[in-house]
């Protein structure tokens, strides 16, 4: 199953769409859609994951790549934390 960045890609595609294509047409068509994060298995809903991004649009699949790549990185690391990251965030919010 693919992961990251190109795991919207993948949307992207089985929808028909060609580049550029906006932020809002995926968020609006794949809002409730679950995809990837890592290779872990972690995911996100399209409409979190396209929050955290600060983009527009998406004029081809590299530019997409450099605007989620960061966001899908940041995702994977804050849910990887050990027991007590966990215990610490449950406890002290942080």
């Known amino acids: 199953m693919t992961h990251g960045p190109d795991a919207v890609h993948a949307l992207v595609e089985e929808s028909g769409w060609e580049y550029p294509v906006s932020v809002r047409r995926v968020e609006r068509e794949h809002a ?26 998406f004029e081809s699949y590299d530019d997409l790549v450099t605007k989620l790549g960061p966001v899908f990185e940041a ?13 610490k965030q449950t406890f002290l919010g942080g």
């Open 32 to 57: 409730l859609a679950n995809v990837q994060v890592d290779a872990d298995g972690n995911s996100i809903m399209v409409a979190e994951l396209l929050g955290k991004a600060e983009a527009d649009r």
């Open 75 to 87: 995702e994977s690391k804050r849910r990887k934390v050990g027991l007590f990251g966990r215990i």
